[in-house]
């Protein structure tokens, strides 16, 4: 357990191969060092006692049924087994330092050698590089992640850890509590880097609940030195937190008159809010027992509120552990954890009220910090699937059992003979069970891993056969189908015309087989939607449709892909909708090549005429001030300048200076060009406005601007020529097309908890009447069309609202948290 603490990206490499073996070692001796416990009948094996049994046989009882009440039951298990290893260390670890009579400053000495470990090892991986001198750049070196692979988990390791080593090295004498200081200063310097602000928190608090309980518990006499002490103490750690630029920024990001209806402008905290929400969304479908323990990343699109916008796209973890426990386990899990809060609470002040022993006061106290600490700490973050973590919550609450006084209050009576034996044979089974789900998970994660290997070597047989044979081994994983899926839909331009139909047809087969197992995943679906659609457009629309409930504003023209599954099916009307949804989420689709083909092209005056009704709505529906209110309006400005439709948008806004001079072309081209200059004064790197300078003024500005633009020689060749051919700023935006950049996916391995997950990026892109999907390659250089702000509440809601009225296709949070039901595979599927 030690090892996965200090290993260096512990938490994605406890899910890939060889690692998984080193946690599972662990605690499969864990768990057999238990059973010897309960058959050495020679010896008195107790129960926790104060309480705890009660807790523990609530927490297993919550889990069991949370776990068969989910939809995704062997995902839940997998995560039951792993917390009930923690049990048997918690049950093994007070029983030994009981039938041991283990000091317990030397188990306090062994718990700070491992956190000042810790400490070492996360500042020695720490590489904030020279650039992080500057403030800005600073910022996004103060987010140390090592050894645990995320910053946020290092700071909470550290907030708990550090008021224990702390009390460490006032308890101790001599070797050890030098040991304790190089301890502390150590953890104190890599939560600061760390870069948690829920940690840096969690500290603050247990500093404030400290100085004032330094203050309160002294005499008359001496309670104004304590509290000027204490007071000057508490100051030096506010500037401390001060100092740290991610505090500062989230404190700058506060704004209670901020016209887009979110007091918080900060990234991390806003997303705090609508993970929250999905946590309350949850709660009213499934109340009493949630999704299931570990379930949260395979459903919580179904919760997703529409005012996220683009984020939080299947999220693994709510940010919060009283809400993932809510999320996950519902009302009967939330029981359970603030039993654990009372039972333990109440524990700690029995001990403070009868503890004696000026060392183990100390020891005290530094239990009592580090839960505190981590405690509110929890409130921003979810960790105990973190191994490190919930391995030290563990060995300090063995501290603060061992702590207990028996001649305050006598052990708990010794569990009988019989009862040790049927413990020890249920154990076994429960051994059983675990092994042989970790055995097919860890061929599979074999199998990944050779699969990697063989690809690396070029072998590309060999990985797919290392591939399907972990498809195979867990069923309950769509990692490796939806890696086959993607591997070989990558190899068909090299397969040979006649092998075409059957390579299509194993591509289709494993995303059909990822997205059965992981059916919420909205880009899962996307791709078969993509897929399906030359040979099954009724099969594509409902994927399609699926999609778009489970994330309704995407940067992967998922509306137009729906609208080309209606078109395909007659269903002109809802077509033309699709369309123009698209058009108000993404303006730029409205100017692709696509609406110069059949069969788009006769629907193009709808589409524009319904898009731009919408956009006005949009506009009519955010104010002036609100952030996304200015790239709408400049948007929708640049759409009715290119088809010669009126400006016709009652309120007024700022266009950029592009824009403006794209305006002018029409009338005043020398108009344009001033205001192309004057907007260089400011901005002289500006590469579109370089570019539209070269355009409307060639023969000055067309080498200026080939001089310093970092271009292909073919490219450079081609815009030279159109800056002669096409005088019509029109006809010159539209010269020549490129393909539009594809888009993918990342950090899978957090979503499906498998490291070989990470590899998994495939996007499927929708296609044009034509073919291949391209943009107009001259208003890609010059930046005309830019996204909107990933909070844009207004526009989202508007879209939702329009969506569920012509479509009858409400998102999944507005349909009872579901979806179009998936059809079955087709017999035949090219």
Known sequence: MVVMTWLPHSYLRMVGWPWVLVWQSGFLAIALWLMSQLRQLDRPFRPLGHGLDWAVAATGISLIVCSLASDFKTVALWNVVLASFYVFALYGGVNWVRQAQVKTSYLATAIAGTFLGTAIISLALWRPGAESAIDNEFYQALRNAMPFG???????????????????????????????????VLTGIALYVSGSRGALLGVLVWLLVAIAAFVIGSTAKGRLRRLAMGGLGLAVMVVVALSNPRVRSLLGSLNFANPSGFVVQDGPLLDRYFLAKIAANILRDRPLVGVGPGVMSRVSNLYRPIEAGLGMDHSQQLHSTPSQVLGEMGLLGLGVYLLWLVLIIGLWLRLHRTIEDKTSRWLLYGVGGGFLAYGISSLTDWQLENIGIS???????????????????????????ATRRYLSLGLLAWLVIAGYLWLMADLGFWHGDRAVSRAKQGDVAGSLQHFSSAAALVPWDPTYHALLGQEIYGLLPLVPPEEQAAARQDTLANLYAATAIAPNDAWFNHNLAVLLLPQDPAAAQVYSQRAVQLLPRSGSLSRYLLGQTYLAQGQTEAAVTAFSLEGVSQPEFLTLPLWREEPLAPLQDSVLDQALAHHQAVLEATSPDAPGYATLYDQTALVRWWYQRPILIAESGTLRPITQALLATDQNPAEALEIVNQALEQSPQDQGLLLLRAWLQPSEFAQPYFEQANLPPAEQAQIAASLVDYRDVRSWLTAFGTPIQRTGRSLLGLTYRNRYAQSINFIAPPNAPSGELDQWAIPELLGLFLDFPREFVALDQTVETLQAEQLNLPSAVNNGFEIVPAPGPAEKLF
């Open 150 to 184: 995320h910053h946020n988990f290092v700071g909470g390791y550290c907030a708990l850890a550090l008021p224990f080593v702390l009390a460490c090295a006032v308890a101790f004498r001599g070797w050890r509590r030098w040991l304790a200081v190089a301890a502390t």
């Open 391 to 417: 391995m030290a919550l563990v060995v300090l609450l063995v501290v603060l059992l061992h702590l207990a006084n028996p001649s305050e209050r006598p052990l708990p009576s010794p569990v009988g003979g």
